[in-house]
């Protein structure tokens, strides 16, 4: 349980906050680079990607993380972009060893955005991440390989997950890349909420709120699919606009929540209802199966799944670039 705010302590009566009602019946991941929030709000697990990590490593405070990986391979003899590369990936692992002091469960370290639709690669890269935390004493089941929800990645992750290393499907907007996810037997997917929310909003005009907003509908069908057909994938909402898009997917199996929005929930008396428990009989879903072809024919008729699929690993990419730009300055 959090600690009860200071305000608190001169009352015997400590109200439940949101925040500790949905940890009741969801686990909670902090969707930041900063450990600072971590701390704070307690969450079970943390999730990073390539945005998260330049904000935080553009700050003052994390600097030194940089600095450590830059020093550390003074000497290694590499040169140019092997060198550039190794250096981030142990920024990410440095990043990744603080944040696992902090949080109880895992920790999810992105693969390069830019083997996106390359198998092979990913798979190369995931290893080598999972060899670096277990060389500093990680077991890998502390680790979630994030990697992005295009068929290549969702490939990738089968043969991941087949050797026992655990993947995040990220970038997640389609109901078809949540079957094949799950029928690759993957970990855990982040469905994008905020995202899908935005591109609506823009498409149509129109707000959305609560059970009505298309992200919300979109993680509450692929999680009662996963739940009918009985589906070991875990569900971690993410991308979250507002407090209502979290309250609305209250029992979902995980909700990764950037520290604004924690903090609102933490400021807000609960309790919250459980909106998702896996047992909902008015599921009328029917069973699904895709190989590459129908994957990607599903795929493409999704308007909004394909534009911020393409959008989200444009922008990952591009601060990737602003990162390696970032060490080579220190270099």
């Known amino acids: 349980m959090l600690a009860s705010p200071s305000h608190w302590g001169h009352s015997n009566l400590v109200m439940s906050s949101q925040l500790d009602s949905l940890k009741e019946f969801t686990t909670v991941v902090a969707d930041t680079g900063d450990f600072a929030s971590m701390q704070e709000y307690q969450p079970q697990d943390a999730t990073t990607n390539p945005s998260l990590i330049l904000q935080a490593a553009s700050k ?7 600095e450590k990986a830059v020093a550390e391979h003074k000497d290694s ?12 990936d142990r920024v990410l692992i440095l990043f990744g060893l603080e944040i696992l002091k902090i949080v109880p469960g895992r920790v999810s370290t992105e693969v390069d955005a830019r083997l996106s639709f390359d198998t092979a690669g990913t798979i190369a890269k995931a290893k080598e991440l999972i060899a670096a935390y277990e060389k500093e004493g990680i ?6 390989i ?8 969702i490939k990738a992750a089968e043969e991941l997950e087949k050797e026992g290393i655990h993947c995040n499907l990220t970038l997640l907007f389609a109901f078809a890349q949540a079957v094949a996810c799950a029928e690759a037997g993957v970990q855990l997917i982040s469905p994008f909420v905020g995202r899908i929310y935005d591109w609506f909003k823009k498409e149509t005009g129109e707000d959305y709120a609560g059970d009505n907003d298309p992200g919300v509908l979109s993680v509450s069908k692929i999680y009662n ?13 993410a991308s979250f606009r507002n407090i209502g898009q979290i309250t609305s997917l209250a029992g979902c199996d995980l909700l990764t929540i950037s520290p ?7 400021n807000n008396d609960g309790p919250l209802e459980q909106k998702l428990n896996g047992n909902n009989p008015d599921c009328d879903l029917e069973k699904v199966s895709l190989d590459e072809k ?3 024919f599903a795929f493409n008729e999704d308007a909004m799944a394909t534009e911020k699929t393409a959008q989200g690993i ?5 601060d990737i670039v602003k990162l390696e730009q970032l060490i080579a300055s220190m270099v």
């Open 260 to 266: 604004g929005l924690l903090e609102e929930l933490q």
């Open 225 to 237: 699919y996963y739940k009918k057909f009985g589906y070991k994938t875990e569900v971690m909402g």
């Open 60 to 66: 003052p405070e994390y600097k030194s993380i940089v």
């Open 139 to 144: 077991s890998k089941d502390r680790i979630l």
């Open 294 to 296: 129908a994957f990607r």
């Open 146 to 153: 994030k990697i992005a929800s295009t068929w290549e990645g």
């Open 77 to 88: 003899g590499l040169s140019g972009d092997a060198l550039i590369e190794a250096i981030m």
């Open 314 to 318: 444009r922008a990952f990419s591009a």
